[in-house]
């Protein structure tokens, strides 16, 4: 397997058990793992999506991450995905979106 350029996380609430019950899980995590996998697909970004625990960033959920670029962002919506991922192709952050 080859490595890809970009390592998406989405963090979707999991707990110690397993449960999803956290913010991030309330607030449409899971539609937006879909959501990121088909726009990189589409857009021919070279990047892995992954479902993370809980982040401890709740009150900015959902949250995401890319890495290697180590960026941070919150209160994702799917608008804010395409935003983000418009900024990823050009080489770029999305300040409005960044928490770290």
């Known amino acids: 397997m080859k490595k890809p350029?970009?390592?998406?996380?989405?963090?979707?609430?999991?707990r110690l058990t397993g449960e999803p019950q956290g913010v991030c899980n309330k607030k449409g995590a899971p539609a937006l793992l879909q959501y990121i996998e088909e726009e990189i697909i589409d857009r021919g970004i070279d990047?892995?999506?992954?479902?993370?625990?809980?982040?401890?960033?709740?009150?900015k959920g959902p949250v995401m991450i890319i890495y290697p670029d180590n960026y941070w962002y919150g209160e994702v919506t799917e608008e804010a995905v395409d935003k983000i991922l418009d900024a990823l192709e050009d080489g770029r952050s999305v300040e409005d979106y960044l928490i770290a």
């Open 5 to 14: 350029k970009y390592h998406i996380f989405v963090c979707n609430s999991f």
């Open 47 to 59: 990047a892995m999506v992954s479902s993370t625990g809980c982040l401890k960033m709740c009150e």
